[in-house]
């Protein structure tokens, strides 16, 4: 991660200097330039975004700093040969857009009281309603998914969407009269997203694992698993862990990342190897009133100490909201 960060900087420093940041269109320059200096901006912003969601550090792109306009089929050279892949890559980057309000949201240290909040919900709404024919089908009905980029682009999509669902959950938390009722509801909608994802990753087809995909992938399945963890644990403890609808959710989503590890999809190491023991002892945790062992005990809280190591600046930052 922090070597991750050290380049992505770089890459930007050096972009700034450049004027990559700076819309070339109205410039006396060949347009295969235009397009090119374009094309290198859209991608380090798109792994400036989806880092810094996964990492749980600030991006380094700010919105203010930057005029390149978001990719239209005009601006694709290649758009001819291959219009489903460019397609789903102008989505991705509109959704990049939708999620860099979402991090503007979390990660904003000072609490404006002028005019009314941002309705993140509808921002991402009208993205989704914004959506045509297969691109529409990849993210409302998850299917489509040969199209190039496709699952990659759905992951993104529900990896927002539970985003949103966990900032709605830790509000309705933190609120001075808080329902338990509507608590509850908050959690069953957030477990409901991170369930889509698991479905997701269990009906990957060997076409789709060797597919595009973000890196930063890996940290999104990490972070799924340790949400549906601490539902377990906030939630569903009283009636015996090995009873918990969320830990079994998580257990069936790291073995079908066990299943496509063996196929060579290496996105999934990251996670089996934070979490795979940890779900393991949970699921094998005596019930409730009976007396655990003190070693495994022991164990456990240290297995669950290094899982918050591993997130702790993005759940901190959805806990201080």
Known sequence: MTGNG??????????HSLGLNRNPLPWDIPQEEKHLRMKVWWSLLLHDRWSSLTYGTPPHIRRSQYDVPL??????SDWEY?????SVFIELMNLTDVLDHCLEHVYNIRVETQGPARN???????????LTGDIRKIIIRGSNLDIPGSSNLRLAYL???LL????DLDKERQAPDANPEETANRTMEARRTAEDIVVLIQELDDAQLGDFWLPVAAFTFSSTVTFLIRCALETEQASGLAQSASLRMASDFLEALKSHQNAGWDLADICL?????????LLNSPPPG???DANVEQHFMHDMAFVDDMFPSIWDTLQSI
């Open 82 to 86: 291959n219009r489903e892949a460019n």
């Open 6 to 15: 050290v380049r992505l900087s770089s890459a930007l420093s050096l972009c």
């Open 120 to 130: 993140l919900e509808l921002d991402l709404n009208k993205w989704v309603d914004s």
């Open 159 to 161: 990896a927002t969407r």
């Open 164 to 167: 949103l669902r966990r900032i």
């Open 273 to 281: 190897a934070q979490h795979s023991e940890v779900i393991e002892k």
């Open 71 to 76: 990719p239209i089929p005009e601006y694709l």
């Open 290 to 292: 009976q007396n655990a």
